[in-house]
């Protein structure tokens, strides 16, 4: 059974290769950095992988989208949104899964962070935190931004059967799109990479 600890550890490794297990679960061909033409430098934002112990074993949740969202719509994601003026990332990333999600997360505790990822569809670089809340939450989800929760125990994410992949057309282009297989959904893009990165930590932290 998966344990604080090995969550704790999986975070504090430093010669781990974030790039490389991100790129498991990217779409190719990908364009993971801004062009040099653009101006500026992309918004700012968090998400947050929210863990919590449900029936013993350790869950996180993620959202999907409503169809009418700027950005996005109907994705599976972590919950999470643009920096405000005089937060940091963290405060960030804790505000909007309040908003989000419609908790309150003074009971958490913040263990770490991912490598950030940038977007290239929405100019976002994003930059993913990690916290463990007391308990599960009571959730009421926004429903301008919510359309479903998906609560999956951690353990899900190291299950061979749940890994797959298909080929797309996105935007008149083929795309090779490898995703996770949570029941009906397919979780792929931005929030699986991120998720990759986290379960192939995990996978050495538990050996």
């Given at each position: 059974?998966?344990?604080?600890?090995?969550?704790?550890?999986?975070?504090?490794?430093?010669e781990?290769?974030?790039?490389?297990?991100?790129?498991?679960?990217?779409?190719?061909?990908?364009?993971?950095?801004?062009?040099?033409?653009?101006?500026?430098?992309?918004?700012?934002?968090?998400?947050?992988?929210?863990?919590?112990?449900?029936?013993?074993?350790?869950?996180?949740?993620?959202?999907?989208r409503?169809?009418t969202?700027?950005?996005?719509?109907?994705?599976?994601?972590?919950?999470?949104?643009?920096?405000?003026?005089?937060?940091?990332?963290?405060?960030?990333?804790?505000?909007?899964?309040d908003?989000?999600?419609?908790?309150?997360?003074?009971?958490?505790?913040?263990?770490?962070?991912?490598?950030?990822?940038?977007?290239?569809?929405?100019?976002?670089e994003?930059?993913?935190?990690?916290?463990?809340?007391?308990?599960?939450?009571?959730?009421?989800?926004?429903?301008?931004?919510?359309?479903?929760?998906?609560?999956?125990?951690?353990?899900?994410?190291?299950?061979?059967?749940?890994?797959q992949?298909?080929?797309?057309?996105?935007?008149?282009?083929?795309?090779?799109?490898?995703?996770?297989?949570?029941g009906?959904?397919?979780?792929?893009?931005?929030t699986?990479?991120?998720?990759?990165?986290?379960?192939?930590?995990?996978?050495?932290?538990?050996?």
């Amino acid at each position: 059974m998966i344990a604080r600890g090995d969550i704790e550890r999986a975070l504090q490794m430093t010669e781990f290769d974030a790039g490389h297990a991100q790129h498991r679960m990217a779409p190719r061909p990908r364009t993971g950095y801004r062009p040099p033409p653009k101006p500026g430098r992309p918004r700012q934002g968090a998400v947050l992988f929210l863990l919590y112990h449900q029936i013993d074993q350790l869950h996180f949740v993620l959202t999907r989208r409503t169809d009418t969202l700027d950005n996005h719509q109907g994705q599976i994601s972590l919950p999470g949104g643009r920096q405000e003026p005089g937060e940091t990332l963290a405060q960030t990333a804790i505000r909007e899964t309040d908003e989000e999600l419609g908790i309150d997360l003074k009971d958490s505790m913040m263990l770490g962070q991912l490598a950030s990822l940038y977007i290239a569809p929405s100019d976002f670089e994003i930059h993913p935190f990690v916290a463990l809340h007391s308990g599960r939450p009571d959730f009421e989800p926004s429903p301008a931004e919510v359309a479903e929760l998906l609560e999956v125990p951690v353990e899900h994410l190291l299950e061979p059967a749940v890994h797959q992949d298909e080929d797309w057309t996105i935007r008149g282009h083929r795309v090779w799109v490898p995703f996770y297989r949570m029941g009906e959904h397919k979780i792929w893009g931005a929030t699986a990479m991120v998720l990759s990165e986290f379960e192939h930590r995990l996978r050495i932290a538990i050996g």
